[in-house]
């Protein structure tokens, strides 16, 4: 059981981590300039990202506050979640990074497509 824990806390750490990388990304800053934002240092912020050390609620707040973002930014689909997959999270993050950028119109395509596909099946 205390090797499930671990587990999870893991994989939790990896999730949070992913996110920070990309709400970084997003915002078209480096690991060092995201680190004075939080007052830590540019390793710390890769640790966090890698999810080799937790990102503190704190920093998370900061964050949130600095950016106009809910905390459920870092939360979303991890708290309902009994068993965690890490993979379709990070797929799920890494497509709505990409769709955000899109136009209106295009965003439009994509949806009634995914539509059709699922009408497909």
Do not use: W
């Not at 710390?44 to 937790?54: A, H, M, S």
């Not at 503190?56 to 708290?79: A, G, R, T, V, W």
């Not at 997959?85 to 949806?111: A, P, Q, V």
């Amino acid at each position: 059981m205390t090797n499930e824990l671990i587990k999870n806390k893991q994989e939790f750490n990896v999730i949070i981590g992913s996110r920070l990388k990309l709400l970084r990304k997003d915002l078209k800053l480096s690991q060092a300039k995201l680190g004075e934002e939080i007052g830590i240092t540019f390793q710390q912020v890769k640790k966090y990202e890698k999810g080799i050390n937790r990102l503190p609620i704190e920093n998370m707040i900061i964050l949130c506050k600095n950016h106009n973002l809910s905390i459920d930014y870092f939360f979303q689909d991890i708290i309902s979640t009994k068993n965690i997959d890490s993979e379709e999270i990070r797929l799920k993050d890494n497509l709505l990074r990409y769709f955000r950028k899109l136009n209106n119109k295009s965003k439009e395509f994509i949806i009634e497509t995914i539509k059709n596909l699922l009408h497909t099946y």
